[in-house]
């Protein structure tokens, strides 16, 4: 259907309340590994298999998207998951989540404090996770990619030395439904074309976090 001519469309920003979840103590620890869940996924359900690497002296903090929805379509209401972005008014979100996740370092960190900040993101989380590193205002230390790449609008001739200190690393199951073999190669051509080095761990499973994972990838 077609909208009316006299129709207009007006952006503007508000308030908005966000839920971050957390394991171990911002405060005490040196070393934060910001997590970001998948399409559908919640923060708290996301964070539980972080508990193996937590320590005293690293937190583990799990932003939630904030876009909520029920994710067992219309009759059943009961499951609720959060999507970071939609292609909709998608520049207006991309910037909403790169001032929300700047805004969660911001709130957590105490005062005079400078950890070192690590990001994985997981599948959706990943496209967002590497435009965060990029283009937000936090310094990130490393960038983990599970089950997903970086996202296809950034221009890799532009960010290459800035993802040259990143320490990149690419996680991929074996049985990935959403990572196939061609997904595979064309990430590490575009890697190699502009002279990104990457570290690339496998791991015998599908689309989903992987715990012996991600003990060899962040320690115990």
């Given at each position: 259907m077609a909208r009316p001519a006299s129709l207009s469309l007006?952006?503007?920003?508000?308030?908005?309340?966000?839920?971050?979840?957390?394991?171990?103590?911002?405060?005490?620890?040196?070393?934060?590994?910001?997590?970001?869940?998948?399409?559908?996924?919640?923060?708290?359900?996301?964070?539980?298999?972080?508990?193996?690497?937590?320590?005293?002296?690293?937190c583990i903090v799990a932003p939630e998207a904030l876009s909520r929805f029920y994710v067992d379509g219309l009759d059943t209401h009961e499951t609720v998951g959060a999507s970071w972005m939609?292609?909709?008014?998608?520049?207006?979100?991309?910037?909403?989540?790169?001032?929300?996740?700047?805004?969660?370092?911001?709130?957590?960190?105490?005062?005079?404090?400078?950890p070192?900040?690590?990001?994985l993101g997981f599948s959706?989380?990943?496209a967002t996770a590497s435009?965060?590193?990029?283009?937000?205002d936090t310094t990130v230390d490393r960038l983990v990619l599970w089950g997903g790449a970086l996202a296809h609008d950034l221009d890799l001739e532009a960010h290459a030395a800035l993802l040259r200190q990143m320490d990149l690393t690419l996680v991929l199951g074996t049985d990935d439904p959403y990572v196939t073999d061609e997904h595979r190669s064309v990430v590490r051509a575009q890697l190699a074309r502009h002279n990104i080095p990457a570290t690339v761990h496998t791991?015998?499973?599908g689309h989903h976090l992987n715990r012996e994972m991600l003990v060899t990838l962040i320690g115990k």
């Open positions: 007006t952006s503007l920003r508000v308030p908005r309340t966000a839920r971050v979840a957390t394991l171990g103590s911002p405060d005490a620890a040196s070393e934060w590994w910001i997590v970001l869940h998948g399409y559908g996924q919640l923060a708290a359900d996301f964070i539980e298999p972080f508990e193996a690497v937590a320590t005293s002296d690293r939609t292609r909709d008014a998608r520049e207006d979100e991309i910037q909403d989540y790169l001032r929300y996740l700047d805004r969660v370092v911001e709130h957590l960190r105490p005062p005079g404090a400078a070192t900040i690590r990001v959706q989380g990943a435009r965060w590193a990029l283009h937000g791991f015998e499973g």
